[in-house]
């Protein structure tokens, strides 16, 4: 049976948990972990990482990227979808090709998951889910809208949950696919930082 959500079943956050600051910290404090990472798998792990990006390269190719960032965009999979450009970018593809068919992927993903909010927000399963896992997402995107989306682009919202959330709270399409694009300046600027990270330490002597 399909149940409409109403604003008792759907969760609520009052404003003190929004703290929309601790989230931008979270992304900086999130970036320098990630490029330490990379710098210490850069010293300790580099040639095995070239050769598995090598047979990535080989196997997928570029296509390859642009998965890697459709699923978990598009179903709310916890996955590092970063790791797919950068398995891109050291296998041989170019920078920007890596950004291209990862934008790409992420856009897709993104797009599938709001009509994925839009045709089941109503259901119970759905309602749960936002209840639950996605209870802070959803929460913030109820209250900001395409200002969430915006933030979920960069930051560690769950991108993926809130295009869910943007479907489900009925946001105009044609302004979430445009807010979207901030995709494509994030997956470039992870790239980056990513590859900075990684060769940024040299190997062992």
């Not at 979270?26 to 050769?51: E, K, T």
């Not at 997928?60 to 950068?86: R, S, Y």
């Not at 749960?128 to 395409?146: M, N």
């Amino acid at each position: 049976m399909v149940e409409t959500p109403s604003t008792q079943q759907l969760p609520d956050i009052d404003e003190g948990q929004i703290n929309l600051r601790k989230i931008l910290i979270q992304f900086g404090i999130g970036l320098l972990l990630l490029m330490i990472s990379l710098a210490l798998v850069g010293y300790y792990f580099r040639q095995p990482l070239l050769n598995l990006s090598s047979t990535f390269v080989k196997t997928f190719g570029a296509f390859g990227v642009a998965l890697g960032f459709f699923i978990p965009d598009a179903f709310t999979i916890p996955f590092p979808n970063d790791a797919f450009t950068f398995l891109g970018l050291q296998g041989g593809l170019g920078f920007w090709e890596c950004v291209v068919w990862g934008s790409a992927g992420s856009l897709l993903g993104g797009t599938v998951g709001f009509w994925i909010g839009r045709l089941l927000g109503t259901t119970q399963w759905m309602v749960g889910f936002f209840r639950g896992r996605g209870s802070e997402a959803y929460a913030i995107t109820r209250r900001y809208g395409l200002v969430a989306l915006a933030i979920a682009a960069f930051t560690p919202i769950p991108y993926s949950i809130v295009c869910w959330a943007c479907g489900a709270v009925a946001i105009k399409f044609r302004h979430f696919l445009l807010i979207s694009l901030l995709r494509i300046p994030r997956v470039a600027l992870y790239l980056w930082l990513i590859q900075l990270g990684f060769i940024s330490m040299p190997t062992p002597s």
